[in-house]
């Protein structure tokens, strides 16, 4: 499994991770942790391109930062989004995102 580190400004931590066996194919965005641990979920969808792909995550990392703010919540936001169509092996892709 490879975990690469994108710098991106305005969020604390973006990783591409890859995983041949299964297919996995994911980023997952970090955007704010000031008032708590981020709270977000995970998208599957068909992506035209790597950078769709990112730009989804980072604005659906953003939206549950600012999600969280309106519930009074004490958590930032943050998302993992995987590209269905590399997908080989969905379980066990789901198992590699979670280590």
Do not use: W
């Not at 690469?4 to 980023?27: M, N, P, T, W």
């Not at 942790?33 to 977000?40: N, V, Y």
């Amino acid at each position: 499994m490879l975990g690469i580190d994108v710098k991106v400004d305005g969020y604390e931590r973006v990783i591409h991770i890859e995983h041949e066996e299964s297919g996995l194919d994911a980023f997952i965005a970090i955007h704010n942790t000031k008032l708590g641990s981020a709270i977000g979920g995970i998208r599957c969808h068909n992506y035209d391109s790597p950078e769709a792909q990112l730009k989804d995550a980072l604005r659906l990392s953003e939206g549950m930062t600012l999600k969280t703010a309106a519930a009074g919540l004490k958590h930032g936001g943050g998302k993992a989004v995987i590209n269905k169509s590399k997908l080989k092996d969905r379980r066990l892709a789901y198992q590699m995102l979670g280590l």
